[in-house]
């Protein structure tokens, strides 16, 4: 199977396929009418698209633009027709072009990119310091994303996406992940870094809901980071 890579100092190899989400608030301390909400949804929407020949729109000033054609904007008032208060969008179809190309299993590794901050953590001695830097590794997660937002496609019960990182000195990081559940949708996922003493056992559940004037995305779940040459002999420090 072909092999990839991955984002920072390591190189990911994908081996085979099978951290909270930024809400993306367009609210107002108004009652927005609901012609007012599906015009900046629509924004929203159109701003995650591509344009017809399938290339990314250039960018002016920074700023992503896109070019949405005629279907796509019949696809996207449709979908906006659907929405209620509260309703969970997770149920609402999708069009491709405002979706990510890759399973939410696979997104996960976005946490384990930056060996630069994961890997020299168990040897610091100061326990103040090892906190400071398991947030600085943690924070390091968010700083990969796609150009706006952008929905990663949802991996079936059962799906599994697996790979390794080839680290500076030689040494390697292995992930495994599973779908457990689907209804509700839950991603179980395990990495360790065996020659760095690191361990990461973690779920998801990631939930999303339209709120009538906005669009939130919440990560539930929780991951238990381990230091195997701290703590105790078993269990290793938490």
């Known amino acids: 199977m072909p092999l990839g890579h991955g984002h920072g100092h390591g190189d990911l190899r994908r ?72 309703a969970d969008l997770s149920k609402v ?9 890759r399973s939410m299993l696979e997104r996960i590794t976005n946490f384990m990119a930056h060996p630069e901050t994961l890997l020299p953590m168990t040897e610091i001695e100061d326990p103040v310091q090892r906190f400071v830097s398991v947030i600085k590794f943690y924070l390091s997660g968010w700083h990969i994303k796609p150009p706006g ?4 496609l949802n991996p079936i019960l059962g799906e599994t996406f697996t790979c390794y ?5 030689h040494t390697r990081g ?19 870094a065996p020659e760095h003493n690191i361990r990461i056992d973690g779920a998801l ?3 999303s809901k339209f709120l009538g004037n906005s669009a939130a995305s919440m990560m539930e779940g929780i991951a238990v980071l381990r230091f195997m040459n ?9």
């Open 174 to 192: 292995y992930y495994i992940s599973e779908q457990t559940s689907h209804h509700p949708p839950k991603s179980s996922y395990f990495f360790m």
């Open 205 to 207: 559940k990631p939930r």
């Open 15 to 86: 081996m085979s396929l099978g951290s909270k989400s930024r809400s993306r608030q367009f609210s107002s301390k108004l009652h927005w009418s609901r012609e007012r909400v599906e015009e900046h949804l629509l924004t929203l929407l159109c701003a995650t698209g591509k344009s017809g020949d399938g290339e990314r729109a250039d960018q002016a000033g920074g700023e992503d633009e896109t070019v949405v054609e005629p279907e796509q904007g019949n696809v996207l008032s449709h979908i906006i027709s659907q929405l209620r208060p509260g």
């Open 93 to 101: 179809t999708l069009p491709t072009f405002i979706l990510e190309p």
């Open 149 to 152: 937002v952008k929905k990663p």
């Open 230 to 238: 701290r703590g105790t002999a078993k269990g290793g420090e938490k």
């Open 165 to 169: 990182w080839e680290y500076p000195d």
